[in-house]
């Protein structure tokens, strides 16, 4: 329930794993996350203008505009290799309507199936997306936790949706935040809640 007073916030939608995609084969949700149709579908449903896919790994997405596809790694097929932690430093600033934001979810995961390639700061990255997402631009982020953009005061709640992987698996937690004008919570004095000190802990 967000009845603006309480903390409690809706899930938009919970997505169950199991199935079969299109072609036939058993659904499921492993290191190259849009190779799994549900997220798929869900991340380019919400595709607008011209994006950045910040780790865009291996799978590519269908969109009718431009998407500037970023990766660390030098073996993955992208057009720029910036850290995402500094990415800012690339492109003008509000350059984005979209930024999909898909990183490794932790250290053992970077080390374990992306050859050790690691986004510590996620802080540094979303402070990045603030600067170069246009107003009424969104984020999307993938990861364990549902915090995205709320360190930000012009960032809005949209959607919050759980991807399930199975009875002994974490869900993975897809959040989307769109720019506006900064309509968060402000407490007494006019001030955000919640901007700047939430850093939150970065891995
Ligand atoms: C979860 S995968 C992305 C999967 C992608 N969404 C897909 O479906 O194919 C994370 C990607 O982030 C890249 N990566 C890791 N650290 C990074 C960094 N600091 N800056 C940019 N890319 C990074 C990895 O090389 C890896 O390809």
């Known amino acids: ?11 938009t939608d919970v997505v169950a794993n199991g199935g079969r ?8 949700l492993g290191r190259w996350t849009f190779e799994y149709e549900p997220a798929r579908d869900l991340v380019e449903s919400l595709l607008e203008g011209r994006v950045l896919n910040a780790c865009a790994g291996k799978t590519k997405l269908n969109h009718d505009g431009e998407i500037v596809r970023n990766d660390l790694n030098p073996e993955r097929d992208a057009d720029t290799h910036h850290n995402v932690e500094r990415i800012a430093e690339h492109f003008g600033p509000q350059s984005f309507d979209t930024v999909v934001f898909d990183p490794p979810f932790d250290d053992t995961q970077a080390d374990d199936k992306y050859d050790g390639i690691h986004a510590k700061n996620i802080y540094a990255a979303l402070e990045d997306f603030e600067e170069l997402v246009r107003p009424n631009g969104r984020v999307i982020t993938f990861g364990w ?4 953009m709320k360190s930000f005061a012009a960032f809005e ?5 759980l991807l399930q ?3 002994v698996l974490r869900d993975v937690i897809v959040t989307v935040d769109r720019r506006t004008t900064g309509t968060l919570a402000t407490d007494g004095a006019g001030r955000y809640v919640g901007a700047e000190t939430d850093r939150g802990d970065s891995r």
């Open 145 to 148: 936790n549902s915090w995205g």
């Open 1 to 11: 329930m967000s009845d603006g007073i309480s903390r409690f916030e809706d899930v």
């Open 165 to 167: 992987r199975g009875p």
């Open 21 to 28: 995609d299109r072609d036939g084969n058993a659904r499921t």
């Open 157 to 161: 709640r949209e959607a919050t949706y």
